[in-house]
């Protein structure tokens, strides 16, 4: 079974660094894009960025670049959201989801993990 | 990045009705174009890609057209399990992949 689990909640202080995991299991991790998303209450999901995890090419969302950085680990499948300093508008659900080629130009979000909750207050 | 826009934010719906969805993108995004559903507390999931290419186990009381700027998704016969938000999202090539803003159903 194709599955990207996430970790769990967080609850941090503003200032204070993090990273999220999405281990990814089911199929060959080198193979496709895997995606960061956050989607804040009662909102539309957000592409924040995405990486490749056969070379770790990235791509950024310019809403997003500088503030967080993504990264992959071949040897255990996993990818990883990392901020260095979180702010309080950073409380959002944070997904993960594989990038699939549909042919052409259509790249949808297949598979989703569960999401993690992050929430930033003082 | 392209704008993307769903009429109506909501609807009221009955068990049995057929709904209809609509997208609009900022520019032409051809047939890039694709449809999630979201229920409460769980991840969005995969309904029809490409416009109107229904994802593997989904009923086919779904169905997606259109191209260029203009998408519609229908629900057929609606069931219980089909209350939820429904999304679309573009991956034009060369543009930020964005989603829209979201359409929610419930029962009337």
């Known amino acids: 079974e194709v599955q990207l689990v996430q970790s769990g909640p967080e609850v941090k202080k503003p200032g204070e660094s993090l990273r999220i995991s999405c281990k990814v299991s089911?199929?060959?991790?080198?193979?496709?894009?895997i995606a960061w998303v956050r989607q804040l209450p009662g909102k539309g999901p957000e592409l924040m960025a995405k990486i490749d995890p056969s070379d770790s090419d990235t791509n950024y969302s310019p809403a997003f670049q500088g503030h967080v950085t993504v990264s992959s680990d071949k040897s255990t499948a996993t990818a990883y959201l990392h901020w260095d300093s979180l702010e309080a508008s950073d409380t959002a659900m944070y997904y993960c989801a594989r990038l699939g080629n549909y042919g052409g130009n259509s790249n949808a979000f297949d598979i989703w993990g569960q999401g993690t909750m992050i929430t930033v207050s003082s | 990045d392209i704008q993307m826009t769903q009429s109506p934010s909501s609807l009221s719906a009955s068990v049995g009705d057929t709904v209809t969805i609509t997208c609009r993108a900022g520019q032409t995004v051809s047939r890039s174009l694709h449809w999630y559903q979201q229920k409460p507390g769980k991840a969005p999931g995969l309904l029809i890609y490409?416009?109107?290419t229904l994802k593997s186990g989904v009923p086919s009381r779904f169905s997606g057209s259109g191209s260029g700027t203009d998408f519609t998704l229908t629900i057929s016969s609606l069931q219980p399990e089909d209350f939820a938000t429904y999304y679309c999202?573009?991956?034009?090539?060369?543009?930020?992949?964005?989603f829209g803003p979201g359409t929610t159903v419930d029962l009337k």
């Open positions: 089911g199929y060959s991790f080198t193979l496709y894009w």
């Open positions: 999202q573009h991956s034009y090539s060369g543009h930020l992949f964005t």
């Open positions: 490409a416009a109107s």
